[in-house]
């Protein structure tokens, strides 16, 4: 993972536990910067990696993401309340396969769900489909506690002054008084059933995006999904880790140590692994700077090609079936299921 010491620009306070920052990335820098709309960036402070994801729009010439400070969080809490304009913080350049194709020549429908910090995401994904495509109707479906701690509340109703008639936003909260009882409490599965017998059809939908928590993500996937919208139609991201699995460290692993050769950077590496830790913790104790951040299987930075052998994928949440058909894994997730593997990162 390549990260780059960039300057903070500015900073915004979007709620009382929120920020928006923006970065300052030099012109011999923006061709690596680069991005697509729905990705994230790592920020490291003293070793400790967090994503954050990018809530500009690619066409805007701008690298913003938006932070709410969680409790127990030694990075957010220190980017929301000593973070200071000017200061210098290490950035990885964007990754993440989160978001949905471009289609400028289509008319079609988007649904996209959000709880909390969740609307990152999608309020670039909403930026760059607006900017782009004429015809497009966007609904979003963003929940909050109240509307004093929604983030980019004021952004969002721009957005809808700026595109009348192709964007529309529903605000749901949890602890805030509404006059409709629809957009009283969380997202879920009763909540998408009212939407489709009010608001939308189901066959009228083209995609759906989906961002925030496990527990939400999966009753909004599954209810969908339910009413016949195919996998490929429904696009999530989680914006909290789900209950550790223990498929991948209960499965049958080799009795003897396991020979592993890494492809990083150009550089192979050697090493014993005996299965104890996960693919990535081995080869990082083995002084190898091998990419990462979430270490649970949600953000994709420890994505790498498997080109001898067999490894116990456990679950995680950002494998497509074609990845998986592919070589492709996630080394966090990943334990020994042959006597000899070989990985490259540099093959992605």
Not at 20 to 40: C, H, W
Not at 48 to 76: E, H
Request: glycine share 6%.
């Amino acid at each position: 993972m390549k990260f780059h010491e960039l300057q903070v620009q500015s900073i915004t306070k979007l709620t009382k536990e929120s920020v928006r920052i923006d970065f300052k990335v030099p012109e011999e820098l923006k061709p690596e910067f680069k991005f697509k709309a729905g990705q994230y960036i790592t920020i490291d402070m003293d070793g400790q990696r967090r994503d954050y994801s990018l809530c500009s729009s690619p066409l805007d010439d701008k690298w913003s993401v938006g932070i709410k400070s969680v409790k127990d969080g030694y990075v957010s809490k220190f980017l929301n309340s000593n973070l200071k304009e000017g200061d210098f913080l290490k950035v990885s350049t964007p990754k993440g396969k989160f978001g949905i194709k471009s289609e400028p020549d289509k008319k079609r429908t988007v649904l996209a769900f959000a709880a909390g910090s969740g609307i990152t995401p999608v309020l670039s994904i909403l930026r760059y489909t607006l900017q782009t495509e004429k015809e497009v109707l966007l609904n979003l479906f963003y929940c909050n506690r109240t509307p004093k701690e929604t983030m980019f509340k004021d952004e969002i109703e721009q957005l809808k002054e700026q595109y009348p008639i192709n964007f529309f936003p529903h605000w749901f909260f949890t602890r805030h008084k509404q006059e409709n009882p629809l957009y009283e409490g969380r997202l879920n599965a009763d909540k998408i059933n009212r939407i489709l017998n009010i608001l939308v059809k189901i066959n009228e939908i083209d995609e759906v995006l989906v961002c925030g928590p496990d527990g939400m993500i999966r009753e909004i996937t599954d209810e969908f999904i339910k009413a016949g919208l195919s996998e490929n139609q429904v696009y999530f991201e989680l914006f909290t880790p789900p209950a550790p699995s223990a498929d991948a460290e209960t499965a049958e692993q080799p009795e003897t140590e396991v020979d592993v050769t890494v492809e990083l950077d150009g550089d192979e590496y050697n090493f014993k692994w005996d299965g104890k830790k996960s693919l990535l913790d081995a080869a990082l104790d083995e002084g190898i700077d091998a990419p990462y951040s979430c270490k649970g299987g949600i953000c994709s930075s420890c994505m790498c090609r498997l080109e001898e052998g067999e490894v116990n994928l456990g679950e995680n949440f950002v494998l497509t079936d074609q990845d998986i058909e592919e070589g492709i894994i996630v080394a966090c997730c990943s334990r020994p299921k042959s006597d000899k593997i070989k990985i490259n990162f540099d093959d992605i």
